[in-house]
């Protein structure tokens, strides 16, 4: 009797558990389940700050239009229309986007101008607090000229214009947002129940765990390939590669380790696909006396000290040991996903001769045996500070600090808690700073990293260079694309000379990606950004794409 | 017995305000602050940092910021996320029943084995099962839990194929499935975390069992039980086991932060939507309201587990009872 | 003689292998107990008495004890230390049960002492759970016990080390059984409840008329109930003799030191005269008469062992004394 009843139950589980429900068919069903590395903290886009809060709502909210391939931000070359169907310039100052007549919110509503501006005055608004505000402070106003007609004015004329109307702002329903005090908009609830016009929408998240988004096959721009988008928040790396390797997943977009692709590699039905990655690797030299701020760094104020510590170091043997050789050498300040990287620019390239030929003409010479180098009485000695929970750099740390050694220089490695390291660093108590930044597609971010006008900001080290200063200003003022891109080769190459940091290295980005899946492409600085174009044709469907949309 | 009831909950009042209380100054005290932009990416302005700071009272003193928390959450408020911009409470209600559940089942699986090897093994003391299932729990109990659930998720998620690797749910098919066919699906997919958990514990469990019950089957009492004439497993079961249940309580009371805090790892490899993870982001992010919220929940659950030793103990030993 | 002896001890020989090496409790005991009987056993503390009753149930824990081969323990011509299992296990409790020194230690304290009996019921006897507690209910009536059906539900934290004594004697009458072996039943206990204990296990002696082995070191008890005495030293039997001879004419020093130490109520002037020494270890028992370096008689014959020499069907001593008549009446 009880076992006949067990027998009943389970029956019923394993049925419950198999059966299937509508059979989709045809090209666009599709479920795809994507393991992302973080959990987006909102779906607001003026208050989001992560990757992955970018990566989910980039696909349910639209831009007025998108950067193009080629990564170009200087005017409005290659730019792709998306909410705004065309634009004119009436002059240098005022540009005036057509919207799509055919484009919908998701509860139907057609989107207006009245949105953009909505749109704009949220992003700039103080209660708000956008981290985006700052970026968008050249623009004056936006004003609806009428249903389908936006207008942008700007304060002054430069060449990244029409890159920074577009790029930040993702286009908010003002029938919907409108209501709501703007000091609470970013905690109110609709933060996590987003209506945007984008090819996705919301279904459902399931907070830690997992964001359903579902396509919207009236979208304007042509039906997203497929059905359902899932993204399964995987903070951990093992975790994100079990679930590929297991066919429980389909994507993850971030392999790291070049361990990590050979396992993918060897999975038949998995593939790899290389992108060029937004962000580049090196050391800064503090120029400033970690105890004294006023005063110069003992050892970085001298720039050939700098040159010949950067010609000490082997790029390429860093690429290898910590990378698995997925990456290049940097070029500057400047990540492989620029469009100003070019491999021409002049660098300080490895040779360790020249590198201690310049030091021992500064006097440091070993004099003890020790295999270091002293000088009256002192050796050549600092400490690196690097984040404790990047394992890459670690590894790197420890290459870099044995190539030192050959050279007979002390680098003392000192891995520091996130929060401490940031503390440390920007208040400029440090030697040397293993540093990484994430660009934009716009070089124009160079700026506030590493000339004057970032100390104080973004610019740690504290390098200061007037003739830098002066070439990147003009790189970045530069109406004309070939002179700006001449003016900022010119800039990277003064500051290759100068050596405030050892340019180290731009990881290649390696995704893995399920063979079923076609047509996928993948943008450098936004990597959904194009993902409503992938599909899964009919023929090559597995059980989880004929589930179709709930 | 009510009386010590309303004893402990006193008692977790006063760790609750203490845990409050430090958790607070410690991570005002700590380097870092919730709005410092990224240092590796693009800039944005301190204006917008500080009308961050305003919106959130970090502008204000910090001994102000401490009367103002209390305040709060005497209210049952724990304030609203940094990183979430929503209430502390809706985050945890997301995320603390997971990790009860992951925490029941893995206790489940490490009490039943745990015990069971334990007392299988007593009996059979100096036998060659004994000592290696000695050194099998002695291993098991030095694994570190990261390697083993990496381990399982080899074998049984990916070589084999038989259990998911990830999650408490498959997203793809949970929402269409039956009431016992999302059961079975959450059946399923706490196998393993709530396993690796379970098992590591259950290494130390059966050590402890083996002892504590070889400890009691040298008790004068059971020699009386054997002079009566009962059956060996009664001997065993209803004399020797429950008496070693007692210390058995003492241990499942003693391991209960050592199971959160494992939580935390296990909830890492399993990407396991629970507090474990919710905490190492809150503490990585400085998201104050969030960490302060997570320790008085980990006290309390911790209180509230010993709550429950207390009364199994209660139960399980009539001299803890009040005299007659 | 009437009918042949319920129980029949041949050879007992027990060691424990310890740490510091083998043990030898318990040496080439033998005795018989008639039905109805009371033999006592009486030594000094750590000569064996409590490891020769378990024996009798074998309850010694092997390893680390060991009972030798030769060993035999007869109960109603069976011998118990051949049994296993379920034939084991229905002498225990059933036809031989025990009380021990300890009462509070002896009784598991977390179930009730009511549970306690029943269960001892139930394991041998075909009865309902609502009969054995009916049963307990009885015997705890008939062992003294005061409001015995609300007593059946206390624990044994709640009682008196006397009551608890009370209750041994109770689970151990659970099953009316043919001998009952009490192993130092008083001595933890006040010295006016050992009386009244005594007195219950005398009583209940003559009501069952089962057998009884009374285990103590104090002679005041064995003069009261025994019909015989064994006296053990060091692991071994040294004399035994009906419990009259052995106050009118102890023949082994030993025996003669016990009486004497024993407090006397009628002559209180005299000094009591305790045995000089102690007990030797049990790891280590001295060459030869194992007595002798603590024998006020001791000559150069007590360095070889003397056997335990018969003297006619109830005594029998293990003394070059006895047999070297001369030396004695020095
Ligand atoms: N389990 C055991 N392991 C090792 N030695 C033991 C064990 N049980 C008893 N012995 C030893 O056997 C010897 C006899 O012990 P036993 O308990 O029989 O003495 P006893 O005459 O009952 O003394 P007491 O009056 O103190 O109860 C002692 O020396 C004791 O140390
Ligand atoms: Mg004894």
Redesign the pocket.
Same mark, same amino acid.
């Given at each position: 009797m009880t076992k006949g009843l067990l027998t009943t139950v389970l029956c019923a589980f394993v049925a419950a558990s198999c059966s299937t429900k509508a059979d989709c068919r045809g090209d666009f069903c599709g479920t795809i389940v994507i393991a992302i590395g973080g959990e987006p903290e909102t779906l607001f886009p003026p208050a989001s700050q992560t990757t992955a809060a970018d990566a989910v709502a980039d696909l349910i909210f639209l831009k007025l239009a998108d950067i193009g391939p080629g990564m170009n931000s200087v005017g409005d070359e290659g730019f792709l229309p998306r909410l705004a169907e065309s634009w004119e310039w009436e002059d240098s100052v005022t540009l005036v986007f057509n919207l799509n007549q055919l484009a919908r919110w998701h509860d139907g509503a057609p989107v207006r101008a009245e949105d953009v501006e909505f749109t704009f005055a949220v992003y700039t608004d103080t209660l708000v607090a956008s981290p985006k505000a700052s970026v968008l402070e050249r623009i004056s106003s936006v004003t609806p000229r009428n249903n389908g007609q936006v207008e942008f004015k700007f304060r002054l004329p430069y060449p990244e214009q029409f890159y920074d109307a577009t790029h930040y702002m993702r286009i908010l329903p003002r029938h919907v947002l409108d209501t709501i005090p703007r000091v609470s908009l970013t905690s109110h609830p609709i933060t996590r129940a987003p209506v945007g016009s984008g090819p996705y929408r919301l279904v459902r998240w399931r907070a830690s765990e997992a964001i359903e988004l579902v396509a919207d096959s009236n979208f304007f721009l042509g039906r997203p390939g497929l059905a359902r988008v899932i993204f399964r928040v995987t903070r951990d790396t093992e975790s994100a590669l079990a679930q590929v390797l297991a066919g429980e997943a389909d994507v993850l977009e971030q392999l790291v380790t070049g361990v990590n692709v050979d396992r993918i590699s060897t999975a038949p039905h998995l593939r790899t696909i290389e992108y060029p990655s937004s962000s580049y690797l090196y050391l800064q030299f503090n120029m400033r006396n970690p105890e004294d701020p006023e005063a110069p760094h003992p050892l970085f104020r001298n720039r050939m000290i700098r040159r010949a510590l950067a010609m000490a170091v082997d790029q390429q043997e860093l690429i290898d040991a910590v990378l698995g050789g997925l990456g290049d050498r940097t070029i500057g300040p400047v990540s492989k996903m620029l469009s100003i990287w070019n491999d021409q620019i002049p660098s300080l390239s490895y040779d360790t001769t020249r590198a201690l030929e310049l030091l021992n003409g500064l006097g440091w010479t070993d004099t003890d045996g020790d295999g270091y180098l002293d000088r009256s009485g002192r050796r050549l000695e600092f400490e690196l500070v690097i984040p404790a929970s990047s394992r890459s750099r670690r590894q790197a740390a420890v290459v870099i600090q044995d190539q030192l050694r050959r050279v007979g220089v002390n680098m003392v490695v000192a891995e520091l808690e996130l929060n401490t390291l940031i503390s440390r660093v920007t208040s400029g108590r440090f030697d040397v700073f293993f540093g990484s930044r994430t660009q934009d597609p716009s070089p124009s971010t160079i700026r506030e990293a590493w000339s004057s006008s970032g100390i104080g900001g973004a610019n740690f080290g504290g390098y200061s260079s007037s003739e830098f200063d002066r070439l990147i200003n003009s790189a970045i003022e530069s109406q004309q694309a070939d002179s700006a891109m001449t003016l900022w080769h010119r800039a990277v190459a003064h500051i290759n000379a100068d050596a405030p940091a050892v340019w180290l290295y731009s990881p290649n980005t390696v995704a893995a990606v399920h063979r079923r899946i076609e047509g996928v492409t993948i943008r450098p600085d936004q990597w959904t950004a194009t993902l409503w174009t992938w599909r899964i044709p009919e023929s090559r469907m597995i059980a989880r794409d004929r589930r179709g949309a709930p | 017995m009510t009386r010590a009831i309303v004893r402990r909950l006193y008692q977790s009042v006063l760790v609750m305000f203490v845990v409050a209380t430090a958790t607070f100054f410690l991570i005002h005290l700590a380097p870092g602050d919730p709005f410092t932009p990224s240092i590796e990416s693009a800039n944005f302005s301190q204006e917008i940092v500080a009308q961050q700071r305003r919106n959130f009272g970090l502008d204000q003193p910090a001994h102000i910021q401490y009367v103002r928390y209390l305040q709060q959450i005497a209210t049952g408020n724990f304030g609203i996320s940094f990183s979430q911009h929503r209430p502390v409470l809706d985050v945890f209600y997301d995320v603390i029943p997971n990790t009860i559940v992951l925490a029941i089942a893995a206790i489940l699986i490490d009490f039943v084995t745990g015990m069971t090897v334990g007392v299988f093994q007593s009996t059979r003391k100096g036998s060659r099962v004994d000592s290696l299932l000695s050194a099998i729990s002695l291993v098991l109990y030095s694994t570190p839990v990261f390697w083993f659930g990496l381990m399982l998720v080899l074998l049984f998620g990916v070589t084999l194929r038989w259990l998911p690797t990830a999650g408490a749910i498959d997203p793809v098919v949970y929402h269409s499935l039956s009431l016992p066919g999302q059961l079975w699906d959450r059946i399923r997919h706490l196998i393993l975390p709530a396993a690796t958990l379970g098992l590591i514990g259950a290494g130390g469990t059966a050590r402890f069992q083996r002892s504590a019950l070889l400890e009691v089957l040298a008790e004068d009492f059971v020699r009386t039980a054997r002079a009566k004439g009962l059956r060996e497993r009664t001997v065993v079961t209803v004399h020797a086991l429950r008496n070693s249940l007692l210390s058995i309580i003492t241990l499942f009371g003693l391991s209960l932060p050592a199971l959160l805090s494992g939580a935390v790892l296990v909830e890492t490899v399993f990407s396991w939507p629970g507090m474990g993870r919710l905490i190492t982001d809150a503490v990585s992010s400085r998201d104050y309201p969030v960490i302060t919220g997570a320790a008085i929940v980990s006290a309390l659950l911790v209180v509230a587990g010993n709550l429950t030793a207390d009364i199994l103990y209660r139960f399980a030993d009539p001299r803890t009872r009040t005299a007659q | 003689m009437t009918a042949t002896p319920i129980l029949q001890v041949h050879n007992l020989s027990?060691a424990?292998?310890?740490p510091r090496g083998v043990? @030898?409790?318990?040496d080439d005991v033998s005795f018989d107990v008639a039905r109805g009987e009371t033999l006592g056993i009486v /030594?000094?503390? /750590?000569?064996?008495?409590?490891?020769?009753?378990?024996s009798l149930l074998k309850l010694?824990?092997q390893p680390?004890?060991r009972i030798s081969q030769e060993s035999r323990v007869l109960f109603d011509g069976v011998d118990v230390l051949s049994l296993e299992g379920e034939a084991l296990r229905k002498i225990r409790g059933a036809r031989v049960a025990m009380i021990f020194?300890d009462p509070v230690a002896s009784l598991n304290p977390v179930l009730t002492i009511g549970e306690q009996i029943a269960e001892t019921i139930r394991a041998h006897k075909p009865v309902s759970r609502a009969e054995a507690r009916e049963q307990a209910i009885l015997l705890l009536d008939r062992v003294g016990i005061p409001d015995p059906a609300h007593r059946y539900r206390s624990y044994p934290h709640q009682m008196s080390g006397g009551m608890l004594q009370r209750v041994m004697i109770a689970i151990a009458l659970s099953c009316t059984p043919d001998v009952l072996v009490a192993?130092?039943p008083t001595?933890a206990l006040d010295v006016t409840i050992q009386a009244q204990i005594l007195d219950l296990l005398r009583g209940i002696q003559d009501e069952y008329g089962m057998s009884l082995i009374l285990?103590t @070191?104090d002679l005041g008890v064995i003069a009261e109930i025994a019909d015989r005495v064994i006296v053990?030293y060091a692991?071994q039997v040294v004399e035994e003799a009906a419990t009259e001879t052995i106050f009118s004419q102890p023949a082994h020093p030993y025996t003669r030191g016990l009486i004497d130490s024993v407090p006397r109520v009628d002559q209180p002037q005299y000094q009591i005269t305790a045995i000089p020494g102690s007990?030797p270890?049990?790891?280590n028992w001295p060459s030869g008469c194992r007595f002798h370096p603590r024998c006020p008689y001791a000559w150069d014959r007590c360095e070889t062992e003397p056997q335990l020499e018969r003297s006619g069907s109830s005594s029998a001593v293990r003394c070059w004394l006895a047999v070297d008549t001369d030396k004695a009446t020095e």
């Open positions: - | - | 027990v424990f292998e310890t043990v @030898h409790a318990v /030594g000094e503390s /750590g000569c064996g008495k409590t490891v020769t009753a378990l010694i824990p680390p004890g020194q192993d130092e001595t285990i @070191h053990m692991g007990v270890p049990a790891s």
